[in-house]
């Protein structure tokens, strides 16, 4: 069967994300194959239960065999992204993940509720008073690179370079975000070298102070797979969490508060009644989930449904593709703020599921309390200009007119 559309070209997202598309694909060919200029191409995976169980088999589909993004990297890049949890294969990734974990926990992040307050009300204070405001870069770019700097006890004069950092990082493939430096790769190595060794210093100078009481603490005082981590693993285990909480948080936001101004009556809804904004979330999540894919390889022949999958062929999980499925979301493609069970997979399950899981929903809720508390009103301003990219569901421009 010919192809619908190009699932890898940066371009097919440009205008909105092709669920008509993605919506024919599930029923035509829910294992479809993409092929992919000079490379091997993959298959692309549509389906929430085939989703499920590609993400719960970590033996079967490898994380670490070619990394978590469709590209071929050089040796270097794929040695180098090997060194994150995200592209660890267990027992390896168990025992990178274990140290970390507690600090993750539900009830350890909600201790950050007031600094996350904080920082969100001084981001809004900030365009109080402005009408019309460029939501992405203007009000909610900073939040996350602010928590997370928090978190790690990092810099607060360095706050900014690393956002930007972080912003180029997983944005590779969009000319305005990476000038000159723009390819066909999801990540841009740049960025990223510049941000590990950014952290190998930052490792270095706190080796020599006191304990800060923060999570690097924790870090350079935890064994992880029996050592204790030197300076470079520290650097790209920064790259790590700054790029996974940045643009990801972000796209939460920006496209959240999209999502309610294209839906008046519920936008009216949850800004009077402030209980319906955990369930706004997820929906948000699901509708407007800020990683369209992670990639595994097979470690073996197998199959996924009907479909025959060959040792080292890559795959791609679509959460875009899952979150409608129409075997599990009643409606898919409505945007539904009571939407009760979301079993969406924006976090992704299984092996690797999020562990910034709780900080991005508290994010999310202190975010949407805040801004629907101290805004009357929320209108388009403009066309939203969507980031160029096969990997981020992501805005870059999102003109708003803040009505106080
Ligand atoms: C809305 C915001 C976020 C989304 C949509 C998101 C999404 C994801 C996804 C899809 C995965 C991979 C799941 C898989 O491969 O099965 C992941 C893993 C991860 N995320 Fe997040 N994330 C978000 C925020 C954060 C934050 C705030 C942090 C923390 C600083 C974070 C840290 C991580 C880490 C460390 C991993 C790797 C976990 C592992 O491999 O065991 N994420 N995230």
Redesign the pocket.
């Known amino acids: 069967m010919t192809a619908l559309v190009d699932l890898y070209d940066p371009d097919t997202y440009s205008a909105g994300v092709p669920h008509d598309v993605f919506t024919e694909l599930r029923r035509t060919q829910p294992v479809f194959w993409q092929n992919v200029p000079d490379q091997l191409g993959y298959w692309a995976v549509l389906r929430h239960a085939d989703v499920v169980h590609v ?1 719960r088999n970590p033996n079967l589909f490898s ?1 670490e065999a070619g990394g ?1 993004v469709i590209e071929d990297l050089d040796p270097e890049r794929l040695a180098r992204m090997r060194e994150m ?2 592209s660890m294969d267990p027992p390896r ?1 168990i025992a990178y ?1 274990k140290p970390l974990a507690p600090e993750f926990r539900a009830r350890v992040i909600a201790g950050l509720e007031t600094q996350i307050r904080d920082i969100t009300r001084q981001v809004l204070d900030d365009v109080r008073g402005r009408s019309d405001v460029e939501f992405v870069h203007e009000v909610v770019g900073g939040i ?1 690179t602010q928590v ?1 700097g928090k978190l790690f006890g990092l810099p607060e004069a360095d706050w900014d370079l690393l956002h930007d950092l972080a912003e180029r990082n997983t944005s590779g493939q969009d000319p305005d975000i990476n000038p000159g430096e723009a390819n066909e790769e999801a990540g841009s190595a740049d960025s990223s070298m510049k941000m590990a060794l950014y952290g190998m210093d930052f490792a270095a100078d706190r080796r020599t102070m006191a304990p800060q009481g923060d999570l690097m603490d924790i870090i350079l005082g935890s064994e992880f797979d029996g050592r204790f981590l030197t300076d470079a693993d520290i650097g790209s285990m920064l790259v ?2 700054i790029t ?2 940045n643009d ?2 972000v796209s ?1 936001m920006a496209g959240g508060l999209l999502a309610l101004m294209l839906h008046p009556g519920q936008l009216a809804e949850v800004s009077q009644d402030a209980s319906l904004i955990p369930g706004a979330v997820e929906e948000i ?1 699901r509708w407007h ?3 369209h894919y ?1 990639r595994r390889t097979a470690t073996e022949d197998t199959t996924i449904g009907d479909t025959s999958i060959a040792a080292g062929d890559k795959v791609a999980m679509y ?1 875009t593709s899952a979150n409608r499925d129409e075997l599990v979301f009643d409606d898919p493609q409505r945007f539904d703020i009571s939407r009760s069970p979301n079993p969406q997979l ?11 899981v709780h ?2 929903r508290l994010e999310g809720r202190v975010f949407f309390e805040e801004l629907l508390g101290s805004f009357r009103s929320f209108e388009l301003a403009g066309d939203p200009v969507r980031v160029r990219s096969n990997l981020n569901n992501g805005l870059k421009r999102l003109p708003v007119c803040l009505g106080s």
Not at 346 to 356: A, Q, R, T
């Open positions: 993400s994380a978590v949890i995200l990734h993940r996350p997370i790590q969490m996974a909480g990801t948080t939460m999540l989930n800020p990683l992670f959460y924006s976090f992704g399950i299984g092996e690797h599921f999020c562990l910034g900080l991005a």
